[in-house]
């Protein structure tokens, strides 16, 4: 037998190990030591000896301060520290052992290995290895006897697991040493893995020196941690941890649904189905490609065998423990929080004691269970139906605890799995060898201590236990972690110990528990192997740790499971009933501390935060009067603030109180309110918040705000159930105790607390800082707060929730929450495209849990009302999904529930639903309504305000997408079953639709599918309840966390098909849409008060683009028209056939066609462009079509009428021009006989005697002519004859009248004067004189519009240069009639004296322009006349001819300046226009010309600056004759002051003369003309396209013309120059009479861009601005006040200052002609004005500028109008400039 020597602990040791920094730390608790005797064969080991002082020894070799805790393992930096010391003797025979580590053992071997981390080599001899064959051999006897397997490899460099005990570990490039021991199977436990072992010679019994050993730190789990991570792809996050951020980022991977097909797939799988609460989350099982292909695949070879047993490779999984290990290991401490939380609502047991993986210690998980709260009902409230709800950790309950000694073959975790089971449902609360992947090794997670809870509902007959219960299960061998072990029974009322069998190393150790409080009990499984000595054992202990017969629980061998359960939970009540020992997890912390063991919260990070919570939070006695004292400026205050701002729309307690006096008082008292908020200085409180969230780093600041959480909510729940348990006994007591339950009624909802009430107080610093600096009451110097946004923006792009709109107060931060958005847009650089997604519901129907559950976000979840208000969450969109999402973020907003019980008594309760759903809806791209399936009733009242809601944004243009869920719906077949219903549905949808249709006044019929693309079979999603079961107890649906993750996928799908037809909104977007639908939704009428800046961009930019077609259609014709003129005027009468009207019809019509299906091919192109914001502008679509279509036809009279005209002009010119070449004919014949006779004379005459001759032969031939001169008309007599058929049938009356006012000729000078005979004398009589002047003022504006309407016309007749006709005078007749005949002139109380004096007026005007006109025409084409204008140009050719002179240059002069001349200056009048059209909307004004708005602005922003009253007047009476007076004089400044007229005429001119240039070379180069005559005639062929030649100027050109071509060609291109010169000289001279002479007027065309419709608002007169000119409804940015307008009070003659904007939104009522003078609400305006849209004000600054105006100019507007000036309200007066300026830079949204 070997020698035994029994050794002692070392009191020091030689040697310090180097740790990751360097440093050498202190080294592991004193392992068992064993000696063991060297001989030639085997080494055995000879006793084994544990050291009573467990703990390690210090480096200088002092005890331990605290004995008696025991541990096998020590950490230190990752280094597992077990020892090998080694004596060696004789280096020949013995083997260096340094570095080795024991490994494994098997019942008489031991097997240590080599790590290759250490760098001494292994020398090692055959002699002492075990073979791999034997190897192999003990393998396979251990698994026969349900051990653990050994696998093991010999080959150096190959990984390979080798367990030790229950865990195996990788270890890469290792040798083994397999040792033989002497020891029995019952002595030789796994604890030999800790011993020291000191290897004796057989000869010398002393140890030699220490200096003299060599002596090796062995460590595996550094090795095996790393090479476990590393399999799971974790290793990089051992530093770099994985964070909460990147577990809510949305990837492509995040909507994938996909089973793990490698082990770097797992941890992900793990937390993506975690955040899901879906319950497969721990299954680590691998899909692997061969198992994926064994079904189905080909047949075996028939020859071999079919079936065989094999064992299942465990290597291809993990130990979902080790995952859950390395995945704790690697997260921060936020991600670890949520992990334990989402385990907790899996009903998973949760990691109380992490090993010692990554620290020194094992880590005990406090602050990863600080955010789950519980909530049950203990047996003791089962009558009263209360509850408890408490913070885990703070739960006090009995701990039991469970633990194994030795191995066993009854599965611990799945006991406690039936214990904590009810028998009608079982759950996995443990992972136990029986789950998926449970029987894998597990390799780094022995030594886990996991916690579960049994929580009583309150049923006694169903419940477990009555009161709550803590289960803690220690994973692997007690002996192995008796750290672990030893905290168990410091903390636990019961340890449950699981044996088989206990052998004298456990009885020891178990001897060591004596004088434990804990009380211990024995599971002894009796299937297992069983000696005598476990009894003798048992027996021994019993005294020892006072147990009894009932503390041993024996499973026999045919005893079940059941049984064992049941007394196991018999026990567990017994233990309970005694309440030997109550602790919570706080408790469970301030032991470990004392034991050694790390507590999570002790990070400096997490103290700092905890610590500067403390101070806020000690001084939090009682929340309401905490919040009155600390919060001040969030209680009433903000409340009415809040009612201030909406009665400042509403202007519901008006009363008799003017408008806008109203409105001032209210804005003095919301500044009043503002002032009070600030006065209050910062409170203690609040600034240790603010100066903790702005200054701490973000981890630091983190921990802060997660601290602060928990304390507020901690104290807020006690404050809550004080007060519930107050009013449960109340409503108990007499009548006497009302007045007090009243008051509860206000302290419940008041004592919430929570971090938003801070962040609100924050808000609300912010913005009462930023009124006081808008009112000027503050400097911006003395600005406290500016950085606060800034703060605020960090904590939403971290993922902490904000609040957007306050719940409590039903109110909107709104400057807050813009300039924090600002903010947070800055802060990204200007990337922070976004979609929205948000949920409706009713309250407690899950709409948090629902977004929690589908993107693991924390919004607050549980029973009652949980969230107040709506709160928003930015989650990242990762690079690989923007593109597809076509955003970098969404957003999701949570809101509280509809249909509250505690605000349905309220007035108000429906308004502040609707006003909450029409907000969020009107937010997101996407809305989802949570639908519960139980209350039918609920159900159709939260779709009632859903559709509400959406009728409203189609209004608005924006139109979200809707799906809805219909909860608690489990039946598989539900969506087949449910089709019937989904059309029911659909049928109430439709009703609802039009109930809320008539509830928002809209007059047309609408459906449910005109408001939302509704897909009954898409948009409605079954999912089934949250819980399995019965809570507090019940796990998650499995079912539901599926049905979520399908319908997450399918909005994310959503999302995708979205961005292709829309671009999703920035965060600039975003706030003006929070602006603009907070500000609707403040009114009471919401669509009519919508107002959005967005909106109004698009628009206006669909306005500036439609402009630009309009124009190039209408330019396209003009052109056409000039053609068709050249073409028309380059014919004879002869040539122009019968049927050139019929083929000028139909081509003007192909012509008209292309433009209009070019017009609207380009409209329909732009809307299915991705430019921004179309698709709100959609409904405006129609409008611009059907203007379109207007303009069409308006160009279609106005082409076909010019034609007409064309042809006319031409014929009758033809007539006239067939006489004259008739009478030139005869002249020319008597010019030659004239000139033979004078050469034949024997005298040469003198040139005074030549012309004597001449004039005597002129004399002659025109007395011989028979000249038929042009007839002349009274044009005034065929007017008045005109007029008298048109009333001929209109009585005797006013055929007397028409007779007394004899001629025209009467009226053609003098203005239209206003008589009161023009009024019918009984309504006269019947109204009083303030409506009588109304009446005579809207006369007076029907009778000058009209007047300017025929002047008009009468001028673009005079322009054509044509003869009178008597069709004119009947057109201007049908225009004057078809007025008159309008439904709102007929309502005019007017006489046939009006009628008949208005066409007197307006026919004498006329009569006048068209007798001048008459008299131009006689005058240029009379024969007689035409004749004396040649007679010069005969006389000179005569002279040239007699004297023999070179006429050549003279008659290329004549031709240029008497045909080419005309037609150059005729083309340029054609030309020109356009192109002065197309130059001035191209220059730096184009802008001002683009939209009605942009000119609005344009035209006020410069009469702001000049401030010249004579021209407000004019823009406020005449507006049409203003805006064309604006138009000229805008064209000659550019004109005169800018780029010269000059450079655009060279232009028209310079393209034209090209073509002459290049005629007249193209006519010499080809040599077609020997003649003048022919080369004229060839000339003009080839230019009639471009220039109307003179036929009168050729004759006189080609008389006797004997020129030589070349020559006159040449000396024609010699005047041209000349030509053009003095064209450009004579345009520059005067640029107005250029533009008069213009055949295309640029002021009419830019006039006809700009002034719209002409409509104005019936209440002000401002001009409508509506887009397109056959629009339905007409609207105005800005109103004015009506006094500006002449109004003035119907009591006195003061003039008025209410604004219609304001009337809309008030109670005030106006009556009118219109009204047949009776009293009607302004709010009703629309019954009598349904095409008029006036918007209330969108803020109290948008009307500033007409306030200004108004203000200033009083007393001129008084003076003007014979009125009393206006005593204005007093903030008016305080108006500025600049205030002005502001406002029309919002109203029109110009930056």
């Given at each position: 037998m070997p020698k035994v020597q029994k050794a002692s602990p070392p009191t020091s040791l030689p040697w310090t190990a180097p740790v990751a920094g360097g440093e050498p730390f202190q080294v592991a608790p004193a392992p068992s030591v064993v000696k063991v005797k060297v001989e030639r064969e085997q080494m055995v080991i000879s006793e084994q000896f544990i050291p009573r002082h467990s703990e390690a020894f210090q480096l200088d070799g002092s005890y331990p301060l605290d004995p008696g805790v025991s541990s096998s393992k020590h950490m230190c930096a990752g280094v597992c520290v077990p020892l090998v010391m080694i004596k060696k003797e004789e280096e020949e025979e013995m083997e260096t052992l340094q570095g080795m580590q024991l490994t494994s053992q098997s019942d008489d071997t031991l097997v240590l290995h080599r790590s290759s981390s250490l760098q001494t080599p292994i020398k090692c001899g055959a002699k002492h290895v075990s073979p791999p064959s034997e190897v192999q051999e003990r393998k396979r006897a251990r698994s026969n006897r349900g051990e653990t397997t050994v696998r093991e490899s010999t080959t150096k460099g190959e990984k390979y697991t080798s367990p030790v005990g229950d865990h195996g570990v990788q270890i890469p490039s290792a040798e083994m040493l397999v040792v033989k021991t002497a020891k029995s199977p019952e002595n030789n436990r796994e604890e030999m893995e800790d011993a020291v072992i000191v290897i004796e010679d057989d000869e010398e019994e002393n140890l030699l020196p220490c200096s003299k050993l060599e002596t090796a730190l062995v460590s595996i789990d550094s090795e095996r941690m790393q090479s476990f991570l590393m399999k799971l792809g974790l290793n990089q996050r051992r530093n770099r941890k994985l964070a909460l951020e990147e577990m809510l980022e949305i990837n492509s991977e995040s909507l994938k649904v996909e089973a793990p097909r490698s082990l770097e797939d797992l941890p992900w799988h793990f937390l993506r189905n975690l955040m899901a609460l879906n319950g497969t989350a721990r299954n680590t099982n691998l899909v692997l490609k061969a198992e994926e292909d064994s079904w189905g695949g080909e047949e075996g070879d028939l020859g071999s065998e079919m079936f065989c047993l094999h064992e299942r490779d465990t290597r291809i999984s993990v130990n979902p423990l080790d995952v859950l290990s390395a995945i704790l290991l690697c997260s921060d401490s936020f991600l670890q929080q949520e992990i334990l939380l989402k385990m907790s609502m899996c009903q998973f047991a949760l990691p109380l004691i992490l090993p010692p993986l990554d620290t020194p210690k094992c880590t005990l998980m406090v602050w990863a269970m600080r955010d789950i709260v519980r909530k049950w009902r203990p047996h003791s409230l089962a009558e009263s139906r209360g509850f408890r709800e408490q913070s885990l950790v703070h739960i006090s309950m009995p701990t039991i605890s469970f633990v194994r000694m030795g191995s066993c073959s009854l599965s611990k975790s799945r006991l406690l799995n039936e214990?904590?089971?009810?028998?009608?449902?079982?759950?996995?609360?443990?992972?136990?060898?029986?789950?998926?992947?449970?029987?894998?090794?597990?390799?780094?997670?022995?030594?886990?201590?996991?916690?579960?809870?049994?929580?009583?509902?309150?049923?006694?007959?169903?419940?477990?236990?009555?009161?709550?219960?803590?289960?803690?299960?220690?994973?692997?061998?007690?002996?192995?972690?008796?750290?672990?072990?030893?905290?168990?029974?410091?903390?636990?009322?019961?340890?449950?110990?699981?044996?088989?069998?206990?052998c004298e190393t456990e009885y020891n150790k178990l001897l060591t528990l004596q004088g434990s409080a804990s009380k211990f009990c024995i599971i002894l499984n009796s299937e297992g192997r069983k000696s005598k000595n476990t009894l003798e054992y048992l027996n021994k202990l019993a005294p020892v740790l006072n147990m009894n017969k009932s503390q041993l629980l024996v499973k026999e061998k045919n005893q079940n499971n059941a049984e064992l359960v049941r007394k196991l939970r018999l026990a567990m009540g017994s233990i309970m009933n005694l309440r030997?020992?109550?602790?919570?997890?706080?408790?469970?912390?301030?032991?470990?501390?004392?034991?050694?063991?790390?507590?999570?919260?002790?990070?400096?990070?997490?103290?700092?935060?905890?610590?500067?919570?403390?101070?806020?939070?000690?001084?939090?006695?009682?929340?309401?009067?905490?919040?009155?004292?600390?919060?001040?400026?969030?209680?009433?205050?903000?409340?009415?603030?809040?009612?201030?701002?909406?009665?400042?729309?509403?202007?519901?307690?008006?009363?008799?109180?003017?408008?806008?006096?109203?409105?001032?008082?209210?804005?003095?008292?919301?500044?009043?309110?503002?002032?009070?908020?600030?006065?209050?200085?910062?409170?203690?409180?609040?600034?240790?918040?603010?100066?903790?969230?702005?200054?701490?780093?973000?981890?630091?600041?983190?921990?802060?705000?997660?601290?602060?959480?928990?304390?507020?909510?901690?104290?807020?729940?006690?404050?809550?159930?004080?007060?519930?348990?107050?009013?449960?006994?109340?409503?108990?007591?007499?009548?006497?105790?009302?007045?007090?339950?009243?008051?509860?009624?206000?302290?419940?909802?008041?004592?919430?607390?929570?971090?938003?009430?801070?962040?609100?107080?924050?808000?609300?610093?912010?913005?009462?800082?930023?009124?006081?600096?808008?009112?000027?009451?503050?400097?911006?110097?003395?600005?406290?707060?500016?950085?606060?946004?800034?703060?605020?923006?960090?904590?939403?792009?971290?993922?902490?929730?904000?609040?957007?709109?306050?719940?409590?107060?039903?109110?909107?931060?709104?400057?807050?929450?813009?300039?924090?958005?600002?903010?947070?847009?800055?802060?990204?650089?200007?990337?922070?495209?976004?979609?929205?997604?948000?949920?409706?519901?009713?309250?407690?129907?899950?709409?948090?849990?629902?977004?929690?559950?589908?993107?693991?976000?924390?919004?607050?979840?549980?029973?009652?009302?949980?969230?107040?208000?709506?709160?928003?969450?930015?989650?990242?969109?990762?690079?690989?999904?923007?593109?597809?999402?076509?955003?970098?973020?969404?957003?999701?907003?949570?809101?509280?529930?509809?249909?509250?019980?505690?605000?349905?008594?309220?007035?108000?309760?429906?308004?502040?639903?609707?006003?909450?759903?029409?907000?969020?809806?009107?937010?997101?791209?996407?809305?989802?309504?949570?639908?519960?399936?139980?209350?039918?009733?609920?159900?159709?009242?939260?779709?009632?305000?859903?559709?509400?809601?959406?009728?409203r944004m189609k209004e608005t243009g924006?139109?979200?997408?809707?799906?809805?869920?219909?909860?608690?719906?489990?039946?598989?077949?539900?969506?087949?079953?449910?089709?019937?219903?989904?059309?029911?549905?659909?049928?109430?949808?439709?009703?609802?639709?039009?109930?809320?249709?008539?509830?928002?006044?809209?007059?047309?019929?609408?459906?449910?599918?005109?408001?939302?693309?509704?897909?009954?079979?898409?948009h409605n999603w079954y999912i089934p309840g949250l819980w399995h079961g019965v809570p507090p107890m019940a796990p998650i649906n499995a079912g539901y966390s599926e049905s979520v993750c399908d319908l997450k996928r399918y909005l994310f799908e959503c999302m995708k098909h979205r961005s292709r037809s829309r671009a999703p909104n920035d965060i600039p977007q975003f706030i003006e849409w929070v602006r603009s639908l907070w500000n609707a939704v403040k009114h009471e009428s919401f669509i009519f008060s919508f107002r959005n800046s967005l909106v109004a961009g698009a628009y206006n930019q669909l306005c500036v683009k439609y402009s630009e077609w309009e124009w190039d259609f209408r330019k396209e014709m003009h052109l056409w028209v000039s053609q068709a003129e050249m073409m028309i005027r380059n014919k004879w009468s002869d040539d122009l056939r019968a049927d050139m009207s019929a083929r000028l019809r139909v081509e003007a019509q192909q012509k008209l066609h292309e433009g209009e299906q070019k017009m609207a091919s380009s409209l329909q192109g732009y809307f299915e462009s991705k430019l921004e914001n179309l698709h709100l502008i959609e409904k405006y679509r129609e409008d611009f079509a059907r203007s379109t279509t207007c303009l069409r036809m308006e160009l279609e009279c106005y082409v076909l009428a010019k034609c007409e005209e064309f042809l006319l002009i031409q014929k009758n010119r033809?007539?006239?021009?067939?006489?004259?070449?008739?009478?030139?004919?005869?002249?020319?014949?008597?010019?030659?006989?004239?000139?033979?006779?004078?050469?034949?004379?024997?005298?040469?005459?003198?040139?005074?005697?030549?012309?004597?001759?001449?004039?005597?032969?002129?004399?002659?031939?025109?007395?011989?002519?028979?000249?038929?001169?042009?007839?002349?008309?009274?044009?005034?007599q065929n007017m008045?004859?005109?007029?008298?058929?048109?009333?001929?049938?209109?009585?005797?009356?006013?055929?007397?009248?028409?007779?007394?006012?004899?001629?025209?000729?009467?009226?053609?000078?003098?203005?239209?004067?206003?008589?009161?005979?023009?009024?019918?004398?009984?309504?006269?009589?019947?109204?009083?004189?303030?409506?009588?002047n109304e009446y005579l003022q809207t006369v007076?504006?029907?009778?000058?519009?009209?007047?300017?309407?025929?002047?008009?016309?009468?001028?673009?007749?005079?322009?054509?240069?044509?003869?009178?006709?008597?069709?004119?005078?009947?057109?201007?007749?049908?225009?004057?009639?078809?007025?008159?005949?309008?439904?709102?002139?007929?309502?005019?109380?007017?006489?046939?004296?009006?009628?008949?004096?208005?066409?007197?007026?307006?026919?004498?005007?006329?009569?006048?322009?068209?007798?001048?006109?008459?008299?131009?025409?006689?005058?240029?084409?009379?024969?007689?006349?035409?004749?004396?204008?040649?007679?010069?140009?005969?006389?000179?050719?005569?002279?040239t001819i007699y004297y023999?002179?070179?006429?050549?240059?003279?008659?290329?002069?004549?031709?240029?300046?008497?045909?080419?001349?005309?037609?150059?200056?005729?083309?340029?009048?054609?030309?020109?226009?356009?192109?002065?059209?197309?130059?001035?909307?191209?220059?730096?004004?184009?802008?001002?010309?683009?939209?009605?708005?942009?000119?609005?602005?344009?035209?006020?922003?410069?009469?702001?600056?000049?401030?010249?009253?004579?021209?407000?007047?004019?823009?406020?009476?005449?507006?049409?004759?203003?805006?064309?007076?604006?138009?000229?004089?805008?064209?000659?400044?550019?004109?005169?002051?800018?780029?010269?007229?000059?450079?655009?005429?060279?232009?028209?001119?310079?393209?034209v003369l090209q073509k002459v240039n290049d005629t007249l070379l193209s006519l010499l180069h080809k040599g077609y003309s020997s003649t003048i005559g022919n080369f004229l005639d060839n000339f003009c062929q080839k230019l009639n396209g471009e220039l109307v030649i003179s036929k009168d100027g050729l004759d006189i050109i080609l008389f006797r013309n004997m020129a030589n071509v070349a020559q006159f060609a040449g000396d024609i291109l010699t005047c041209l120059s000349e030509v053009e010169e003095e064209i450009l000289r004579k345009m520059e001279e005067n640029i107005e009479v250029t533009l008069s002479k213009l055949q295309v007027c640029p002021r009419d065309e830019i006039f006809k861009r700009v002034f719209g419709c002409g409509q104005q608002c019936p209440f002000c007169k401002v001009p409508c601005e509506a887009g397109g000119s056959n629009h339905k409804i007409h609207f105005a940015s800005v109103h004015r006040p009506q006094g500006l307008n002449q109004m003035t009070c119907s009591v006195s003659i003061m003039l008025t200052y209410s604004i219609c904007s304001s009337d809309v939104a008030s109670w005030k009522k106006f009556r009118n002609?219109?009204?047949?003078?009776?009293?009607?609400?302004?709010?009703?305006?629309?019954?009598?004005?349904?095409?008029?849209?006036?918007?209330?004000?969108?803020?109290?600054?948008?009307?500033?500028?007409?306030?200004?105006?108004?203000?200033?100019?009083?007393?001129?507007?008084?003076?003007?109008?014979?009125?009393?000036?206006?005593?204005?309200?007093?903030?008016?007066?305080?108006?500025?400039?600049?205030?002005?300026?502001?406002?029309i830079q919002e109203a029109f949204n110009v930056k």
């Open positions: 214990v904590l089971s009810s028998p009608q449902q079982h759950h996995d609360f443990f992972v136990h060898r029986d789950m998926e992947c449970g029987n894998v090794p597990r390799e780094i997670s022995d030594g886990l201590m996991e916690i579960s809870w049994y929580f009583p509902g309150g049923r006694e007959n169903s419940d477990l236990f009555p009161e709550p219960v803590a289960l803690l299960n220690l994973r692997g061998d007690a002996g192995s972690h008796w750290m672990q072990f030893h905290f168990l029974t410091e903390i636990s009322s019961a340890v449950f110990i699981l044996v088989e069998s206990l030997l020992r109550i602790v919570d997890v706080v408790g469970m912390a301030v032991k470990s501390r004392f034991l050694g063991i790390c507590v999570d919260e002790d990070e400096e990070e997490c103290c700092l935060g905890s610590r500067l919570t403390m101070a806020i939070t000690a001084e939090i006695k009682e929340v309401v009067n905490y919040k009155g004292n600390v919060l001040r400026l969030q209680g009433d205050l903000w409340k009415n603030i809040g009612k201030t701002e909406k009665e400042l729309c509403r202007m519901k307690e008006q009363r008799d109180v003017h408008p806008e006096d109203y409105k001032s008082q209210l804005r003095k008292k919301l500044l009043k309110l503002r002032q009070e908020q600030n006065k209050y200085k910062l409170s203690n409180g609040m600034l240790k918040f603010i100066n903790a969230v702005s200054h701490l780093p973000q981890t630091k600041k983190r921990y802060f705000l997660k601290w602060l959480k928990y304390r507020v909510d901690h104290v807020a729940r006690g404050n809550l159930s004080k007060l519930q348990a107050e009013y449960k006994a109340k409503c108990h007591a007499a009548k006497e105790a009302a007045e007090r339950l009243r008051e509860l009624d206000q302290l419940i909802p008041a004592s919430s607390l929570g971090v938003e009430h801070f962040m609100r107080e924050m808000g609300q610093l912010y913005e009462a800082e930023c009124s006081m600096i808008q009112e000027g009451k503050m400097s911006k110097r003395k600005r406290q707060f500016v950085l606060l946004p800034g703060v605020a923006a960090e904590l939403l792009l971290e993922g902490f929730p904000m609040e957007l709109v306050d719940g409590d107060a039903s109110n909107i931060p709104l400057r807050w929450v813009s300039d924090v958005l600002t903010e947070l847009h800055t802060k990204l650089g200007g990337r922070s495209k976004m979609q929205v997604l948000s949920v409706l519901g009713v309250q407690s129907t899950g709409k948090s849990t629902l977004l929690n559950t589908m993107f693991g976000l924390q919004f607050a979840v549980g029973s009652g009302r949980c969230t107040r208000g709506a709160f928003m969450t930015l989650l990242r969109v990762a690079k690989d999904l923007q593109q597809e999402l076509g955003c970098n973020f969404v957003l999701v907003i949570d809101t509280e529930g509809l249909k509250a019980p505690e605000l349905a008594r309220l007035e108000d309760s429906y308004e502040h639903d609707n006003e909450l759903a029409t907000l969020v809806i009107g937010l997101s791209d996407i809305t989802v309504v949570n639908l519960a399936m139980e209350n039918a009733t609920e159900m159709k009242d939260i779709l009632q305000i859903v559709v509400h809601a959406f009728l924006h139109k979200p997408s809707c799906q809805f869920v219909h909860q608690n719906v489990s039946d598989v077949s539900a969506h087949e079953q449910n089709m019937r219903d989904r059309k029911l549905l659909l049928e109430e949808l439709n009703e609802m639709t039009k109930a809320a249709a008539k509830m928002e006044n809209l007059c047309r019929e609408v459906s449910f599918s005109d408001i939302m693309d509704y897909d009954p079979e898409k033809s007539k006239i021009e067939r006489l004259q070449v008739e009478y030139m004919e005869i002249v020319k014949t008597k010019v030659d006989s004239l000139l033979a006779d004078c050469r034949e004379r024997a005298q040469k005459l003198q040139e005074e005697e030549l012309e004597e001759e001449f004039e005597k032969m002129w004399a002659r031939t025109i007395a011989e002519l028979p000249l038929d001169r042009l007839p002349r008309r009274d044009v005034a008045h004859y005109q007029l008298h058929k048109d009333l001929e049938n209109r009585g005797s009356l006013v055929m007397q009248m028409l007779q007394q006012a004899q001629s025209l000729h009467n009226y053609q000078s003098g203005s239209f004067q206003m008589k009161k005979e023009y009024l019918e004398l009984s309504v006269l009589q019947s109204i009083k004189e303030y409506f009588k007076e504006e029907l009778a000058i519009s009209l007047m300017d309407q025929c002047r008009s016309y009468v001028t673009k007749k005079v322009q054509g240069k044509g003869d009178y006709d008597e069709t004119f005078c009947r057109e201007l007749l049908q225009q004057i009639s078809e007025k008159l005949q309008e439904v709102s002139v007929k309502q005019l109380p007017t006489t046939a004296s009006f009628e008949m004096d208005l066409k007197l007026h307006i026919l004498g005007e006329a009569s006048a322009a068209f007798e001048q006109m008459h008299q131009h025409f006689i005058m240029d084409n009379d024969p007689s006349q035409h004749l004396e204008k040649l007679k010069p140009h005969y006389l000179s050719t005569f002279k023999e002179k070179d006429e050549c240059q003279k008659r290329a002069m004549d031709f240029c300046h008497r045909c080419l001349r005309p037609a150059l200056l005729d083309y340029l009048h054609k030309r020109l226009g356009i192109i002065i059209v197309d130059d001035f909307l191209r220059s730096e004004q184009s802008i001002h010309y683009g939209s009605r708005s942009f000119f609005q602005f344009a035209v006020q922003k410069k009469l702001l600056e000049e401030m010249n009253f004579d021209d407000y007047v004019e823009y406020i009476l005449n507006y049409k004759r203003f805006v064309q007076s604006w138009i000229q004089k805008s064209l000659l400044k550019h004109y005169r002051e800018g780029k010269p007229l000059k450079n655009l005429v060279k232009e028209v001119l310079s393209a002609r219109t009204t047949s003078w009776q009293w009607y609400f302004y709010k009703e305006y629309r019954r009598f004005y349904p095409n008029w849209h006036i918007q209330p004000d969108p803020s109290v600054r948008t009307s500033n500028y007409w306030k200004f105006i108004f203000k200033v100019f009083n007393l001129q507007f008084a003076d003007k109008y014979n009125a009393l000036p206006a005593v204005v309200p007093a903030d008016w007066r305080k108006l500025s400039k600049k205030h002005a300026l502001a406002s």
